[in-house]
């Protein structure tokens, strides 16, 4: 449920236009932005949010995280690997950064294709299982609060953009972080996609506090232009979960539906370790580079 500490006036990160309350979800409502449509979670600011909302239940707990994030490390690597191929038409392997990095899965798929770099996660857990477990370099910190010292080629930021309590504050790090001419890949929801739109409020994507914001192609363009980068390229990744994760997700949406228990039921005929295609429709990747400027 929301925290004691309310927020009945948001003001949009994209355009700093009013918002309005649209619907409520889990005990949170949801804001659009009545100049560009933009939506945002009410959601209080805590000191203890990571730890709340990310922390180990997040990858092992089920619910709107993981059934077991570990388990997923072939088809995480594999995207990763993916990813790298993409950024093959735009550059040659070199530095990158990947900004909630987990384990280290996507990295390691990187680091399979050539590059070099590192990660920041904000657990410990999964940040002390890329050091001990791959070999990784992984600082424990969110994008928000991180100053190193290196810059990139490349930041990659998949399925992260919607997870930052403070948008504005976390690009404007990541444009520091980021080499002149440098990129940034960025993965997230498309909140106008026909899935989306079907679906409205039951959108699996509302899932607040640890899902705060729904992009469309346009919002992240016009945001990341105001850090001084501009759209290179975007579409659509080829996505896939494990059985164990498809099933704990469903769970999770459909537990108040009265067709949750009958679907829950038939999924369980699927193996957990089954690897599944997943609609990405509602998915897309966007390329951005940096324009002029140190």
């Known amino acids: ?80 690997r993916n990813y790298a191929r993409l950024m093959g038409r735009f550059m040659k392997p070199a530095s990158v950064l990947d900004v909630g990095a987990a384990a280290g899965f996507v990295l390691k798929g990187f680091i399979d294709s050539g590059w070099t770099g590192k990660g920041i996660e904000p657990n410990a857990r999964m940040a002390g299982f890329a050091r001990t477990e791959l070999g990784l370099n992984v600082d424990l910190a969110p994008l928000e609060s991180y100053s190193g010292a290196e ?23 990541a444009a520091g972080l980021t080499r002149p001419n440098g990129f940034w890949l960025i993965e997230t929801w498309d909140r106008k996609s026909w899935t989306a ?63 949750g228990s009958v679907t829950v039921r038939a999924m369980e005929i699927i193996p957990n370790r089954l690897v599944l295609p997943h609609p990405s429709e509602d998915l897309f990747w966007m390329l951005l580079q940096k324009r002029g400027g140190a």
């Open 1 to 80: 449920m929301q925290s004691a500490q309310t927020v009945s006036a948001l003001s949009c990160p994209i355009c700093d236009g009013g918002t309005r309350r649209l619907f409520q979800i889990h005990g949170y409502h949801i804001h659009g932005c009545q100049s560009c449509s933009h939506q945002i979670a009410e959601c209080a600011p805590a000191p203890d949010h990571l730890n709340r909302v990310y922390g180990d239940h997040y990858f092992e707990g089920g619910g709107a995280g993981y059934s077991d994030y570990l388990s997923e490390a072939d088809i995480l690597r594999a995207h990763g």
């Open 151 to 173: 810059r990139f080629n490349l930041i990659v930021m998949i399925q992260v953009v919607a997870h930052f309590f403070d948008v504005r504050r976390a690009f404007e790090a």
């Open 197 to 259: 739109r079907i679906l409205g409020k039951h959108w699996y994507e509302y899932s607040p506090p640890s899902v705060l914001r729904w992009f469309t192609p346009d919002d992240l363009k016009r945001l990341a232009k105001q850090f001084g980068f501009e759209e290179v390229a975007r579409g659509h990744p080829v996505k896939r979960i494990s059985g164990a994760h498809a099933k704990s997700l469903l769970q999770y949406k459909l537990s108040k539906h009265w067709l």
